[in-house]
Every structure is written in C-alpha cells, then in structure tokens.
C-alpha cells in the first residue's frame, strides 16, 4: 500500500493528526523535498520513530517503479510539502500504482494553492498558475509561456498565482521574479507586466513571520522581502471586498 502524506506549508508541527498515526504504523517513510522548501526532517523522523529516506525528482519522475515495489510488499508513506497532489508528478505517481494494482490512499493538508486566500483575494477567482524557472534551466532564457498565462487571466479578469523555482536547496525571490518579468516585458511590449502593474508579494506563507505586500511592481522592487519562500499574484478585475482587504499590505513610494 502507498499513502501519499500532506507535511502542510512549513515543518513538522503542520503534519495532520491523522498522518502522523498513518505513518508511525508503515513499515518504510520516503520524502520528497524538491517541490516546495519545507523544514523538519530530524524533527519528523523522531515523531515517526523511523528514517525516512529522501527522495529526488528522478526518483519519482523516471525511476518510481522502485518506489512501488516496495509498496507492493509493504507499507509505504511519502511525505510531500503542501498537499500532496497539488504537483502534478504526484498524480502520475497516483495513476502508475493504480495500474500496477497498489492500493493509494491520500491524506491531504494546507498548501498554497489554499493558503493564497491569506491575501483576501478570493481563491475561485484565480486562473492558471505557472512557475518562474530558474535561467539554468531554461538555458538562460526564460520561457515565454508564463507572461502567456499572465496575458490569457487577465483577459478573463482572472488572478494569476506565480510561484518562484527551488533548485538544490535555493529559492527564487520574489524581486528576482519580477526582474524576469520585465525582461519578458521588454521583449514583448504588450503590457502585461509593465512597472506600473500591480502585483502582490507573499512570503513565507504558514509561518509567524508570514508577510504580504500589495503595489506597482516599481515600487515593490525598493522593498526587502526577506527571505523566501515566497510567490507573486498578478491581480486580475478585483472585487470591491479584495480591494478594501488588499488595502492593508497597500505601499506607496511617491519620490
């Protein structure tokens, strides 16, 4: 059997009751840290009482018949940041152990696809979301694809959640976002996302120090965000109630 295990948005203090009783009675617990920056794997091996082993994307992308294998034999738990299918390679993960006759049950938790709403944006009014990739893999160039998805939302007057790329342990910020953003901008000129485009910064979402920023994209580029995770919100038609929430993250640099 392989329960897929939602960690939630921050460390080991999110795990659902109902996870944390799951997994101390599996026989084996695998991770998998690449999707999202998550904090506590010593913690949560000592609530669990065993080691967990941490997995890579190939381990779950090319190489998962191994995974399930070990499924097939036993009881399997994997831990994912967020909830657990909210990225894709999960789904696959899902559908492959179907196919291969494993049982799957998902026990799910916070992410930030849910989390948004701690902007006051309302969450039904989101379109498609996309990831800003690191320029090394992109061979540099980033793919012009997210300012589409940005173009097509705003047209249906939709929000567009923009989510900043982790790769071997390091995080996007948010300004460094943005830059690329215009960067497409200037390639492009349609306006999409111009210095005067209004944007929301979110950071550190589900833990104490979790920040919000609302404003035009130059001047959230003099602010310090600290650091990630953290993601974008390009904003689409707002309701009068977003607007008179989103006044209370509102900056304003007039010099």
Known sequence: MLTLIGLGLKDEKDLSLRGLEVAKQADKAFIELYTSKWEGLERLEKLIGKRITRLKRKDLEQDSAKLLQ?????????????????????????????????????????????AIAETGLHVYRFGASATIPFPEKTKGRLPESVYDVIKLNKSAGLHTLLLLDIADGKCMDAKEGIVKLLGIEETRKEGVFTPETEVIVFARAGAKDSRIWFGRVADLLKVDFGEPPMVLIVPGILHFTEKEYLEMFEIRYLC
């Open 70 to 114: 070990h499924a097939k034999l036993s009881h399997v738990v994997l831990f994912v940041p967020g909830d657990p299918l909210v990225a894709t390679t999960h789904t696959a993960l899902v559908e492959e152990a179907r196919k291969a006759g494993v049982a799957v049950d998902i026990i799910h938790n916070a992410s930030i696809i849910s």
